[in-house]
């Protein structure tokens, strides 16, 4: 059994510092497995939140070694051996204690979004016919287990914390699925330019980069959506073209 | 939506980071790549002369508009209209417009220049220089949603310089005539439209103008097929964007080097 260096932040919002500890790990062992081992042997009050353990709830999240991760899914023996390993809470969130953060702005922005709005039923049962192909589209987006990791490493919230004009990644992936669904009839492309602040985002990549389900939130949501966006309100030809069509507003 | 998020973390500064790995190598090699890109095809377009060797014509000069009598399309070297206070007239200056905007507004090429000349961030979860951020909500960065209008000009460069690399095929064998034939040159300006071609046509704009921009592409099989390619040269986006960078600096060098003589256009067959 092998020993490692820890580095963890505990404090709360008031501040917080980084503690040290040594660690026996064993083989196979993941970041999550660590600060368990911590909390039940050198400090039994170390707040983490955790669930599954199998990269399927998203309540793990944290930075370790300064970039967002599940806990549960990294492993200790893919991180240098030669160095401390730290262990911090999201940067992008309010400190609750230790490695929780009050994640609670998600949901409340979520939760302003224009709903769900299905046509009506193409049968009788009240059930639609959709192909297959259309549905594999929207049903990437719908992998997301909401661990908020691209909502952590995006610098729009992260370094100048425009929460209150930027939805950031996390919620463009949900727009994306629900605007992406051709069962769907609502149109969020006003919402998403001004209240979720879509034309915050400058490509960086880096929310698709930590997402841990592997969704391309960049290329196949953001910029879509941001491409959308560009049809309704900044290319005058393709309003024209609406126009002629009659489908334009 | 929501505004109030109390107690964040203390935002950190330029450079700031916890992370352990050499997260500055991407910014630095992409600022060295495109920064020694930008000087040398400014100076390439300044040049002026030896953008023409035999069969195989620079692709910063093409399509050939004003130039070289003998191989231009007007046969003049100059426009008429162009300003006489302006010192110098380069057949590059009214080509490389429409390449340089395109790239320039192009969804990958944003990121990583964002990145690597006005850090914001330098790397993912590295700490930004400055706390203000208009993103591109405002000008001049709203600007770059005017990308999809640089797209035509694009794909028509793709024409010429498909039709270099055609022309780059036949040689002349100096009797008056021409024979097909294969060289060096015929294969740096082929895999030029090859990589360039990849690159215009995994697009962002195009993918949505293709099929991206509507939810329902079953039972439309060409428009499908169409967007399955794109989205193919899509997600292999930025290889091709520097490759493509690249190779045609590398065709442009030689071509040049050919016209000069300091290379000669090996031919194979």
């Known amino acids: ?249 | 939506m929501p505004s109030k998020v109390t107690a964040l973390p203390v935002r950190r500064t330029f450079g700031q980071t916890m992370r352990t790995d050499v997260w500055w190598l991407q910014p630095v090699v992409v600022f060295v790549v495109f920064t020694s890109f930008v000087i040398y095809s400014t100076w390439a377009a300044f040049q002026g002369s030896n953008y023409y060797s035999g069969n195989l014509l620079s692709p910063f000069y093409s399509p050939l508009i004003w130039g070289d009598p003998a191989h231009s399309f007007t046969g003049t070297l100059e426009p008429g209209w162009w300003p006489s206070f302006l010192p110098v007239f380069s057949p590059a200056f009214v080509i490389l417009w429409a390449p340089v905007s395109f790239r320039l507004t192009c969804y990958y090429y944003r990121g990583a220049y964002y990145k690597a000349y006005w850090p914001g961030p330098s790397s993912c979860s590295v700490g930004t220089p400055r706390e203000a951020y208009m993103g591109e909500r405002h000008f001049p960065l709203i600007l770059q949603n005017a990308h999809r209008y640089t797209l035509p000009f694009a794909l028509l460069l793709l024409v010429f310089l498909s039709h270099d690399a055609w022309k780059a095929l036949w040689f002349e064998t100096g009797f008056g005539s021409e024979e097909l034939g294969l060289s060096i040159g015929t294969i740096v300006l082929t895999a030029n439209v090859v990589l360039l071609g990849g690159y215009t046509f995994g697009c962002h704009s195009l993918r949505h103008l293709i099929g991206g921009g509507i939810d329902k592409l079953a039972g439309r099989p060409v428009q499908r097929a169409a967007y399955e390619c794109v989205s193919w040269c899509n997600s292999r986006h930025m290889i091709w964007a520097w490759c493509s960078l690249i190779w045609v600096a590398f065709a442009d060098i030689y071509v040049r080097l050919c016209a000069m003589g300091t290379w000669v256009d090996w031919r194979i067959l």
């Open chain 1, 1 to 249: 059994m092998k020993t490692a260096t820890f580095k963890v932040w505990q404090g709360n919002s008031d501040g917080g510092e980084l503690e040290t500890y040594e660690v026996e790990v064993d083989q196979g062992y993941v970041v999550l497995d660590a600060i368990h081992r911590i909390q039940a042997e050198q400090a039994n009050d170390l707040a983490v939140r955790w669930n599954c353990k199998a990269g399927k709830c998203g309540s793990c999240s944290a930075e370790v070694n300064g970039s967002p991760k599940l806990m549960c899914m990294t492993r200790v023996d893919e991180l240098p051996a030669d160095k401390p390993i730290t262990v911090e809470p999201m940067r992008t969130f309010p400190v609750v204690k230790d490695l929780v953060t009050d994640v609670s702005w998600n949901y409340e922005v979520k939760a302003s979004i224009k709903r769900f709005s299905p046509k009506t039923a193409d049968h009788e049962d009240g059930s639609w016919s959709m192909d297959q192909y259309d549905v594999e589209r929207p049903q990437e987006f719908r992998k997301c287990i909401e661990c908020f990791l691209c909502q952590d490493v995006c610098h729009v919230l992260r370094d100048h914390q425009l929460h209150d004009r930027f939805a950031g990644p996390r919620h463009y992936v949900y727009v994306a699925n629900m605007e992406m669904n051709p069962i769907d009839t609502g149109d969020r492309v006003a919402e998403l330019r001004e209240e979720l602040g879509i034309g915050y985002c400058n490509i960086t990549k880096c929310c698709t980069k930590v997402c841990p389900e592997g969704i391309t939130i960049t290329d196949n949501a953001i910029i879509p959506l941001k491409e959308r966006v560009v049809d309704q309100s900044y290319d005058p030809l393709a309003r024209l073209i609406k126009l002629v069509k009659g489908t334009g507003d």
